[in-house]
């Protein structure tokens, strides 16, 4: 773990480093990303403002030791913890396939690569280039030995170029036809199935609040957590709020001027009123108004109550429309029933409480269920975290730098 | 007394007819009319409905039809369902008056094939499966053109039913109209093997059938759910070689529970709505705006004949709008999510 631990004071250092360059720096940089990317330039800042807070040589310095493998038994054999620390085993070329939907979103599965020792090949994102660009400049400037085992590039086939070995891994975020994409942007055999292939898929659409307990109106507080997980990223990042379950309908917040208040201070400060106008959002809306749907509509943003068909097997639990927020009346066991079902549960990133702490693992009347998909025992987080993720979250219950240690022990069996 | 549906009906103009749509609309106030009256105050440019030309007029989003039942009388005489096998949960369209969905439907049929049918042609609705589901619109409307046609036509549920007819009657030609799985289901036979070859077929040894000469086969579509998927084209192939008829004499319609008209078309590309609709085609991020002719969108439709429900609506079907109002419909849009974390990778390299 040592070699590990050493890479993380290394990227911790360098990243706080870059992160705290001077304004000269990084105002091109994030001018830039905000004409390549259609991110706001107030989400942009909010992001590197929690990643500054988030990334530092503790924080990776705990992941690793959390990711660390304990001993590991293969199908033959015993693969104790100093095999990792050996540094003999092969390193793996893991490439990324970046997403472009919230700035910098791929820079925790290059850290878990670098963590581990393995060599990154980043497909960057057209749409969040700037800043993973510098980032990844600057490391390999300043630790030149680090910088050997990184290569990235927006372009697929220039990328596989500047390769000196094959992929062995990927990692990449979508749906089932997205390795398909992948395949044929980078040339992958395709006789060679997904099944034979290492691959870590990212397979999510949003992020469920509870507000169950919340007897009277929410405090100004929670309404600002609740306003900052839904509109933040303009509602497309797969840790945003897309269904609110709460103990009162819709109705009773319609009118709410605390509500409307909330809502209109973040887009404010966060500048979502800067963004074009999603004209399908306006026809939801439209619709609402005529049929007298209840529904708040705040700038860009659309709460509406569920249709009434959310809970049947095959609908989807989130509206098609990023910034639309389903509301639906209910509490935990509306939950569970959504984790019960597989088609619902993998739709699901994140599950909020106001007050996560009451639903707490042990037996608790309402604690929730583990994600089925996750095969761990999933935490209620706390709202005002929705956009304030710890380096070491788990997105699908995936911990990307277990994983990639996990990559050798596959090398040596195979 | 003349019945809003005769009014319709006796239209002379899709425009005289949509006029008399708005009119009812407006005074109903309805769903659908208080849905523009939203849109039109987002709207820049248009104070009023009446300002509005058809190319910007606001279309109801077509999830509509699955969250409510749009209707302005409160008896709909019929309650069409979709087949709900995209999804769990149909969509369902209040029709005031039948008569006018089966008087439109006959009309836009025979609009197309009234010759042939004088020249000796005999019709077959085949409705596999259609049985199960009576609020079928497709089926209401292959009785309405049975009962119009009257002793040259017939409806048929059951491929070992469509064989031994096909088989007692193989001189004069026939229109075989019906569901496009059900079609390709009938070719690829009982064991549904891929092959044409292994088609209900008159005898063991036959290749295929081979419908008499002037033969149409008619297919309205919907392979999604089906075993398997096809393109357009390949359907055409399968269909064409499986009949025995040439390519050019399998034709299309499309139509859906949501419409009270349908649209042909004669070459399998481009289709034609009948006299009561016209077709929009919107931008694919900006549904408010008309994409320029030749540009692909989303089909929007505005049909006249939805004047007891929603006459204007924007499908999630993809098309291309040719200079004279036909279209070219692509494929249903991917619905996937367009957040979270199925929103991530670049499709350009």
Request: charged share 20%; aromatic share 8%; hydrophobic share 40%.
């Amino acid at each position: 773990m040592d070699n590990a631990l050493a890479r993380a004071e290394i990227l911790g250092r360098r990243w706080q480093e870059w992160i705290h360059q001077p304004s000269a720096e990084m105002e091109p940089l994030i001018e830039a990303q905000v004409s390549q990317s259609g991110h706001t330039r107030a989400d942009i800042v909010f992001q590197l403002k929690h990643l500054a807070e988030a990334i530092n040589v503790e924080t990776l310095q705990a992941w690793v030791r959390q990711s660390w493998p304990q001993g590991v038994r293969t199908s033959s054999e015993r693969i104790e913890p100093e095999y990792f620390e050996s540094g003999e085993y092969p390193s793996s070329l893991v490439c990324c396939v970046h997403a472009g939907n919230i700035p910098m979103v791929g820079l925790q599965d290059m850290l878990a690569i670098c963590l581990a020792g393995g060599f990154y090949a980043g497909k960057l994102s057209r749409r969040d280039a700037s800043l993973m660009q510098s980032w990844l400049d600057y490391l390999r400037h300043t630790e030149p030995d680090l910088g050997q085992q990184l290569a990235w590039s927006t372009d697929a086939a220039a990328l596989v170029q500047s390769l000196d070995r094959p992929i062995e891994a990927w990692i990449f975020t979508g749906n089932e036809s997205t390795w398909e994409t992948i395949q044929g942007q980078f040339g992958v055999n395709t006789g060679q199935g997904e099944s034979q292939t290492t691959t870590l898929v990212r397979r999510a659409e949003a992020s469920v609040a509870m507000l169950e307990d919340q007897q009277a109106a929410l405090q100004s507080s929670e309404l600002k957590a609740l306003a900052e997980s839904m509109l933040l990223y303009q509602g497309k990042g797969c840790r945003s709020v897309g269904i609110i379950v709460s103990a009162q309908p819709l109705s009773f917040y319609q009118h709410s001027c605390a509500m409307v208040d909330s809502m209109e201070a973040v887009i404010i400060e966060s500048r979502q009123d800067k963004s074009p106008v999603s004209e399908e959002r306006v026809m939801e809306r439209g619709w609402c108004a005529a049929h007298q749907i209840p529904h708040i509509w705040v700038d860009h943003l659309l709460i509406r109550e569920a249709p009434h068909y959310l809970n049947e097997p095959n609908e989807s639990l989130f509206s098609t429309i990023p910034g639309v927020i389903y509301w639906v009346q209910g509490d935990a066991s509306m939950v569970e029933q959504w984790l019960d079902d597989p088609r619902k549960a993998a739709q699901i990133q994140s599950i909020y409480a106001v007050n996560p702490r009451d639903y707490a693992s042990g037996g608790s009347e309402k604690s929730v269920k583990s994600l089925p998909n996750l095969g761990i025992e999933a935490e209620i987080e706390a709202l005002e975290h929705a956009q304030r993720p710890p380096i070491d979250w788990t997105p699908d219950g995936q911990n990307p730098l277990a994983w990639v240690l996990n990559l050798s022990i596959e090398s040596r069996e195979s | 007394m003349t019945t809003l549906a005769d009014q319709l009906l006796a239209a002379t103009s899709f425009d005289d007819a949509w006029q008399l749509c708005l009119k009812e609309h407006a005074s109903q106030r309805s769903t659908a009319w208080r849905y523009v009256e939203e849109m039109i105050r987002s709207m820049e440019g248009f104070q009023t409905p009446a300002s509005v030309p058809n190319e910007q007029w606001p279309l109801m989003p077509i999830s509509a039809f699955r969250e409510t039942l749009m209707s302005i009388t409160e008896t709909p005489e019929m309650i069409f369902r979709s087949s709900g096998t995209s999804s769990s949960v149909s969509s369902q369209h209040a029709m005031g008056s039948l008569a006018l969905y089966h008087r439109a439907s006959v009309e836009g049929f025979m609009a197309h094939y009234r010759e042939v049918f004088q020249n000796g042609a005999r019709f077959i609705g085949y409705v596999p499966g259609y049985i199960d589901n009576p609020a079928s619109s497709l089926l209401s409307m292959m009785g309405a053109i049975v009962a119009e046609l009257e002793d040259v036509a017939m409806m048929i549920s059951t491929p070992q039913e469509l064989s031994q007819t096909l088989q007692e009657d193989s001189s004069s030609p026939v229109v075989l109209f019906g569901a496009a799985f059900g079609l390709v289901d009938f070719v690829d036979g009982p064991d549904g093997e891929l092959s044409v070859g292994n088609s209900y077929s008159p005898t063991s040894d036959d290749a295929s059938w081979q419908l008499p000469s002037g033969s149409i086969i008619i297919e309205t579509g919907g392979m999604k759910t089906h075993r398997r998927e096809l393109s357009r084209e390949r359907l055409h192939h399968l269909l064409s070689e499986g009949f025995g008829v040439p390519r050019s004499h399998i034709h299309s319609e499309y139509g859906m529970c949501e419409m009270t008209s349908q649209a042909y078309s004669m070459d399998g590309v481009w289709f034609t709505p009948t006299r009561l609709a016209r077709f929009v085609v919107k931008d694919l991020t900006a549904p408010l705006q008309s994409v320029p002719h030749g540009f692909v969108g989303r089909l929007g439709v505005l049909d006249a004949g939805n004047i007891n429900s929603c006459p204007w609506f924007l499908t999630d079907d993809l098309a291309i709008q040719r200079d004279d109002g036909a279209v070219q419909v692509l494929g249903r849009r991917e619905k996937s999510v367009a957040r979270g974390c199925n929103y991530m990778v670049d499709v350009d390299g």
